[in-house]
């Protein structure tokens, strides 16, 4: 579905640089379990976007939120190709409709994550999920938050990804990272979130990673968790 803007020209009116980052004390393995397992009274930031794409049934859909366990904790993110009907070319995390074959929303992220990128569920610890998110698009997400053990292989579907890439927790934890965008469209105004990451593609090449729309909203959603 093409976009009728194009998010990485708009300007940015704001940052939230205001906010204070999460401390690196609480971006470690221990201490995100804790979290999960007693999470505090918290509130989504952000929950439904406005429906400037169609009108189509929402769909129930699962992301999977892998974790990375290393000495930093990082991210693992996905770049969509570009001919996909739905988010073509945008950064996502592994994850799809479910299926009626899937017992529940974990299910649909581990085996959409198997299907994307390789990632097996024998390195997955699930921790939990957070509340839904609605796309503009239509689709209501369940995010799954999991932690990922090295070592681990990634082998991608290149129908549908076309790169895999780590961004580190700490960074996208920090609101001074998290850019404000604002749109005029057809059917009224639109607001997201942006957090551009330069790092390295599948090759090991200098790429910066437009991170924005659901996947940044759903990341302000972990950043108000955490911080909570």
Request: aromatic share 8%; glycine share 8%; hydrophobic share 45%.
């Amino acid at each position: 579905m093409a976009l009728a803007f194009d998010p990485q020209q708009l300007p940015v009116v704001g940052t939230d640089d205001h906010l204070p980052a999460v401390a690196p004390a609480r971006l470690t393995a221990a201490v995100l379990r804790e979290r999960f397992a007693h999470p505090p009274a918290w509130t989504p930031e952000i929950k439904v976007e406005p429906r400037f794409f169609g009108d189509r049934s929402p769909a129930v859909a699962a992301v999977l939120v892998p974790l990375v366990v290393r000495a930093e904790i990082g991210v693992l993110l996905t770049q969509r190709t570009d001919h996909l009907t739905n988010h073509p070319g945008q950064i996502s995390f592994p994850g799809g409709r479910a299926e009626p074959s899937d017992a529940d929303a974990c299910a649909t992220a581990l085996r959409e994550a198997q299907e994307e990128i390789g990632l097996d569920a024998h390195s997955v610890e699930v921790l939990g999920t957070m509340p839904t998110y609605t796309t503009g698009t239509g689709f209501v997400v369940t995010p799954v938050v999991a932690l990922v053990e090295p070592p681990f292989e990634t082998r991608i579907d290149p129908f549908e990804v076309a790169s895999v890439f780590e961004v580190p927790l700490s960074f996208l934890m920090d609101p001074a990272h998290h850019r404000r965008h604002r749109v005029e469209m057809s059917g009224g105004r639109r607001e997201f979130f942006s957090m551009p990451w330069e790092g390295l593609d599948g090759s090991g090449a200098a790429h910066r990673f437009f991170i924005w729309g659901a996947t940044a909203a759903m990341l302000r959603n972990l950043y108000r968790l955490l911080s909570a």
